[in-house]
């Protein structure tokens, strides 16, 4: 992948780094608040969509993304780590490991197709579009939280987006 066509992505985890950043590390329970009993909490939407971008990356490297569950049920991750600060250094370090799978796609051809563990046959460039759509979708249930929570929410980032030609 070049470095232009990584940019959505880089796109996508700055408004996720900002959603994050628009909870007041002083109120630690909001984080882990359920609105509504079929709800996820904060901390649950962000953990799942960092454990889906980080398995997707790892299926598409070829690295075993088995001790992934491990990790985002651990930590900040789990609640057993604090709040937004905790979360946001979390969030870094998650993105540095995506970043460098990311970079380890430029090598590949994303067109490929190959057997998924599902047994469906996609392509890499398919499977990195429903990565995207799985973030912007948690991404978007945290914004409508933090709104019951009474909190800004960032801007989206749609002119960004419209000069990616998304």
């Not at 630690?28 to 454990?51: F, G, N, T």
């Not at 001790?67 to 604090?82: A, C, I, V």
């Not at 937004?84 to 799978?101: G, I, P, S």
Request: glycine share 6%; proline share 6%; aromatic share 8%.
């Amino acid at each position: 992948m070049s470095r232009a066509e990584l940019r959505p992505f880089g796109v996508a985890t700055a408004h996720t780094a900002a959603v994050i950043r628009a909870v007041p590390e002083a109120d630690l329970r909001l984080w882990d608040l359920r609105p509504l009993p079929h709800l996820k909490s904060l901390r649950e939407q962000l953990a799942h969509l960092a454990l889906v971008r980080e398995s997707t990356l790892c299926t598409l490297t070829g690295r075993d993304p088995a001790n992934l569950r491990t990790l985002f049920e651990s930590g900040p991750w789990s609640g057993r780590g604090g709040g937004t600060n905790e979360l946001l250094k979390a969030w870094d370090d998650h993105t540095r490991r995506c970043q460098f799978m990311l970079a380890d796609l430029r090598t590949r051809d994303l067109a490929e197709p190959f057997q998924t563990g599902f047994g469906n046959v996609a392509t890499p460039e398919n499977y990195l579009r429903l990565m995207l759509l799985e973030e912007t979708h948690h991404r978007a249930q945290m914004i409508f939280m933090l709104r019951l929570f009474q909190l800004e929410a960032p801007d989206f980032p749609g002119r960004a987006w419209a000069e990616l030609n998304l």
